[in-house]
T-cell receptor, first 110, second 115 residues
């Protein structure tokens, strides 16, 4: 079967660093996406990993370990506007479909 | 910039009504998707289309149908709306390329309430 797990909620302080974890079990693996979704808005693309290792994009980084079925999204120098839900999604072989986790709601406090 | 638009942001319908949700993308993408998003359940795929007139069932197709007569437009149809179809409906589009690294681009969503 296919399963993606993320923590439901996290809190952090402005200026801090937060790591949002995602573990997955899928029949075949062909990439992992992270999306950001502000309340009442559409998800927007943050990052894509298909090979093991760290991908850095400004304040956001994403890590993948295929052997462990594990990824994390690292947010540095947190800002109030980073308060949002973060969705982990996995693509299997030979399909363009994504399986989404339930999302992690991050609240950033001053 | 990719633009995905949905016909309504908010919709209120009565049980038993036929409901049409429209989605249009302007980037000539091959793939289009319909999801529903519910608290605690995340995004779940209803239907997927990879070409005009082509469709594939997602994880929760029961009670829904779709239509893709033109490449830019993908419609979701609730044949007879029920209260358990009250949800946020999100449309997405994606370019189909070898390698699978293309992201999906989402529309703003339609919040449907069925009374």
């Amino acid at each position: 079967g296919q399963n993606i797990d993320q923590p439901t909620e996290m809190t952090a302080t402005e200026g801090a660093i937060v790591q949002i974890n995602c573990t997955y079990q899928t029949s075949g693996f062909n990439g992992l996406f992270w999306y950001q979704q502000h309340a009442g808005e559409a998800p927007t693309f943050l990052s894509y990993n298909v090979l093991d290792g760290l991908e850095e994009k400004g304040r956001f980084s994403s890590f993948l370990s295929r052997s462990k079925g594990y990824s994390y999204l690292l947010l540095k120098e947190l800002q109030m506007k980073d308060s949002a839900s973060y969705l982990c999604a996995v693509r299997s072989y030979n399909t363009d479909k994504l399986i989404f986790g339930t999302g992690t709601r991050l609240q950033v406090f001053p | 910039d990719v633009k995905v638009t949905q016909s309504s942001r908010y919709l209120v319908k009565r049980t038993g009504e036929k409901v049409f949700l429209e989605c249009v993308q302007d980037m000539d993408h091959e793939n289009m998707f319909w999801y529903r998003q519910d608290p605690g359940l995340g995004l779940r795929l209803i239907y997927f289309s990879y070409d005009v007139k082509m469709k594939e069932k997602g994880d929760i197709p029961e009670g829904y149908s779709v239509s893709r007569e033109k490449k830019e437009r993908f419609s979701l149809i609730l044949e007879s709306a029920s209260t358990n179809q009250t949800s946020m409906y999100l449309c997405a589009s994606q370019r189909s390329l070898p390698g699978g690294q293309e992201t999906q681009y989402f529309g703003p969503g339609t919040r449907l309430l069925v009374l």
